[in-house]
């Protein structure tokens, strides 16, 4: 027997407009409630995020993979969002090959400034383009980020185009 609940933040308006992502800033919590469950099994109380997304618990009373409750016995689970992954593929249209060892960064556009059009600041992320396909994946914290070239000979010879 399965027992499952979606959970959702729901649209609120800013300004008279509707915005999904203004419901995620909300102070009160989205909460999924169960009542009458079987206490004689075990159960497991888990978060079913994207692949990319790295969703931990941050406070539960109990091990939420093995939760035998008594009846009455209310459990309370919080989960956060810690970072995502950011993953890519990089391409040299001149040689028409993937750039082997490109350096890639990526800089926190709420935390640092731009100049011009160039995101300044320093990186939260880096990594290097994989030869095989020109694959990148970079870990990041919710919010906006930008992909840039490292620092270097590398952002003389390349641009990078989304």
Same mark, same amino acid.
């Given at each position: 027997m399965s027992y499952y609940r979606f959970v959702a933040p729901s649209p609120i308006g800013i300004h008279g407009k509707e915005s999904f992502a203004s419901g995620l800033s909300r102070t009160s919590a989205a909460?999924?409630?169960?009542?009458?469950?079987? &206490?004689?099994?075990?159960?497991?109380?888990?978060?079913?995020?994207p692949e990319p997304w790295n969703v931990q618990a941050r406070r539960s %009373?109990?091990?939420t993979d093995n939760l035998m409750l008594p009846p009455g016995r209310i459990q309370r689970a919080e989960w956060e969002l810690k970072s995502l992954l950011v993953a890519g593929q990089c391409h040299d249209l001149t040689? %028409?090959? *993937? *750039?082997?060892?490109?350096?890639?960064q990526l800089v926190d556009l709420a935390a640092h400034a731009t100049q011009g059009s160039k995101p300044?600041?320093?990186? &939260?992320? %880096?990594t290097l383009v994989m030869q095989n396909f020109g694959y990148f994946q970079l870990q990041a914290s919710p919010?906006?980020?930008?992909?840039?070239?490292? *620092?270097?000979?590398? &952002? %003389?010879l390349y641009e990078v185009r989304v």
């Amino acid at each position: 027997m399965s027992y499952y609940r979606f959970v959702a933040p729901s649209p609120i308006g800013i300004h008279g407009k509707e915005s999904f992502a203004s419901g995620l800033s909300r102070t009160s919590a989205a909460r999924a409630v169960f009542t009458g469950l079987d &206490s004689r099994i075990v159960l497991t109380l888990k978060v079913l995020p994207p692949e990319p997304w790295n969703v931990q618990a941050r406070r539960s %009373e109990l091990d939420t993979d093995n939760l035998m409750l008594p009846p009455g016995r209310i459990q309370r689970a919080e989960w956060e969002l810690k970072s995502l992954l950011v993953a890519g593929q990089c391409h040299d249209l001149t040689h %028409e090959r *993937p *750039p082997n060892g490109l350096q890639l960064q990526l800089v926190d556009l709420a935390a640092h400034a731009t100049q011009g059009s160039k995101p300044r600041g320093m990186p &939260s992320s %880096e990594t290097l383009v994989m030869q095989n396909f020109g694959y990148f994946q970079l870990q990041a914290s919710p919010g906006i980020h930008a992909i840039t070239l490292a *620092p270097g000979r590398a &952002s %003389e010879l390349y641009e990078v185009r989304v």
